[in-house]
């Protein structure tokens, strides 16, 4: 069997001005990394052809050991779409070279449904994380200069200081640090740490802004902490929103590529679903849209993670109106939250999928919290047996939703036909049918129990000192009306990861929530989720490397 990356250098990958005609780009208008790769300007962004257009979201059910393709099956899709006629394109988040040195390995699909050139988009892409790690970390110079500064000191107390700096791996020595150590010019001692770029707010900045201005904008309105006499200070008051916008100014441009069938492309933003709003940029979104029939993204991790934050906080705030959903679910998966271990998921078992089948019950149920009626695409592999698919499809008729076997990782677009068809009879019957789960104006307490009994089932909501207090600070502050971005495992719907299939009862412990004033939401952080990952015992990153023609390996 070849492997993904086997498979993606031998498509036959076309120069990238002619995957821009197809979407009605002028060549000339295009920014180009060699011969693949592009940026497209934000002149094409068309609001009233925005409305004629169809958006699809794929998510999917709790994620599991197995992998369930939920980005294999959106390039799939969107090849399927085309196939019988549809002018499609796929939007979707970069790579972080976090998961792709350490559990995942590569993130551009798989099989004959992936994005090209693989190696470049998992790696250095356009240098878009790379800018934006460099925006956040210039903001953090400036904090500790200005705490250095005798003239121009704005009192800021370093104890209430919440910015942190930040780097594109998975490092978990560097969560919390200490630094201006060494003498008093190295600056002032205070604790701080890193997140990982994905983690950062410029990085949710950047997927939330709909221009130029509106990012610089928001850039100034970052919350950095306290002066000694309890006045707020923003990066505005730095006048750090500038130069920060500078270095963003080629990021904030999406970027072209294509599939291995030439169905085009837009990569743009990558944030993680569980610790930040999980979904491409608005701007990325917005442009497929201007420029294709129809679009299909999606949302990282499962329902109530990335689905939810695509709705309430992406949709909500950037007036996007979703037209379908999908969600992807695997028999190995379903056996997997049945109460299976890996080892058991080639075995053919009835009795792990009906019992797993309560995870996907509540998926499927969340989606019609938003008003709508999904999709299943049940991803098909050799070991799949035909009682175990109707089993599946049996559950699905019974919720009066349809559900498509997609072959995708073995046929490309050939395979996702079936899925496409019945996509795309549910994007036409769903022209308005989507509404938030709350009202921004909501407090913020009830906003959180919302979506914590909502999405995840729980019984209730529990608050630490540290997060009522924080609370008490964001009502201070004039930013309860600000969307919530709940930061919680992807391994269960709760918030404790060893909870499998569809845990009830249980309560929600919300232990601090982080303000992320320029994006546009708060980070409630429950349980015990990092916002900088650390690596596995064996990281991907042990099996990446060149062979003897100077190719990368490794990447799947």
Known sequence: MRSDIEIAREAEMLPIPEIAKTLGINPDDLELYGKYKAKIPLSYIDE???KKSKLVLVTAITPTPAGEGKTTTSIGLAMGLNKIGKKTT??????SLGPVFGVKGGAAGGGHSQVIPMEDINLHFTGDL???EKANNLLSALIDNNLQSKK?????DPRTIGWKRVMDMNDRALRDVVIGLGGTGNGIPRETGFNITAASEVMAILCMAKDPGDLKERLGNIFIGYTFDKKPIYARDLKAEGAMAVLLKDAIKPNLVQTVENTPAIIHGGPFANIAQGTNSLIATKLGLS???????????????????FFDIKSQVGGLRPNAVVIVATIRALKYHGGANKEEFGIPNVDYVKKG????????????????TPVVALNKFDTDTAEEIAIVDERCKQHSIAMAINDGWAKGGEGAVDLAEKVLSAAKSCPSCFHPIYELDWSMEQKIETIATKMYGAAGVEYSLKARKDLKTIDELGLSNLAVCMAKTQNSLSDNPTLRGRPEGFIVNIREIEIASGAGFVVPIAGSIMRMPGLPAIPSAENIDFNEDGDVVGLF
């Open 48 to 50: 009233e052809k925005i």
């Open 90 to 95: 796929v939007v979707l988040r970069e790579p």
């Open 152 to 156: 121009y000191n704005l009192g800021l």
């Open 357 to 372: 089948l309560e995870n996907l019950d509540k998926h499927i149920d969340n989606m019609k919290s938003f008003g709508f």
């Open 291 to 309: 420029t294709s029939e129809i679009v299909v993204t999606e949302a990282g991790f499962a329902s109530e993670l990335g689905a939810e934050k």
């Open 130 to 132: 790379s800018a934006i």
